[in-house]
């Protein structure tokens, strides 16, 4: 492991243990050049994936990128971060037992929403303003109407522009 402080390979493990939900094992380095001490994760990855982008542009798949997006959704919300990172665990998760080893941005967009819906409604509704690029109110009133499990949207919101 190269030392994100030096770029020496000359580092140490002086730590390992699982991480809380176990689905990664977090290990305690040291730089033997500089003596820096960092953090890396190792996780279990059953594929490469590669995203097939909504302009037929081919890019691998960040898991890092992935966990920012549901971050910035759950931005100034009471969520733990154990709770952010197993529903960024169960998102590559399930993208990975999908069996190829390319996906499109539209079913990882999908799978996002979903997980949001479960763990915060006004995560999902940020995600789902970016997601499917929302225009105007109306498509606000059309994503809570779903978050309600509605076809329409409430009256009282309805009649307003």
Avoid at 35 to 63: A, H, M, S, W, Y
Avoid at 70 to 87: C, D, F, G
């Amino acid at each position: 492991m190269r030392c994100p402080k030096c770029q020496s390979l000359d580092t140490q493990v002086k730590d390992s243990r699982p991480t809380e939900d176990s689905a990664a094992i977090r290990r305690r380095r040291v730089c033997l050049s500089c003596q820096f001490r960092f953090t890396t994760f190792e996780r279990v990855q059953l594929r490469e994936l590669t995203v097939i982008k909504r302009n037929g542009r081919r890019l691998p798949f960040d898991r890092d990128k992935l966990a920012r997006s549901v971050e910035i959704a759950l931005r100034k919300r009471n969520v733990e971060p154990e709770r952010i990172e197993q529903t960024v665990s169960k998102i590559v998760q399930e993208l990975e037992s999908l069996g190829e080893s390319e996906v499109t941005s539209e079913t990882i967009g999908e799978s996002v929403m979903a997980h949001l819906r479960e763990l915060d409604d006004v995560a999902y509704v940020r995600f789902a303003s970016v997601y499917r690029n929302f225009r105007e109110a109306k498509d606000f009133e059309t994503a809570l109407a779903e978050l309600a499990g509605d076809e329409e949207p409430p009256k009282a919101a309805a009649g307003r522009k």
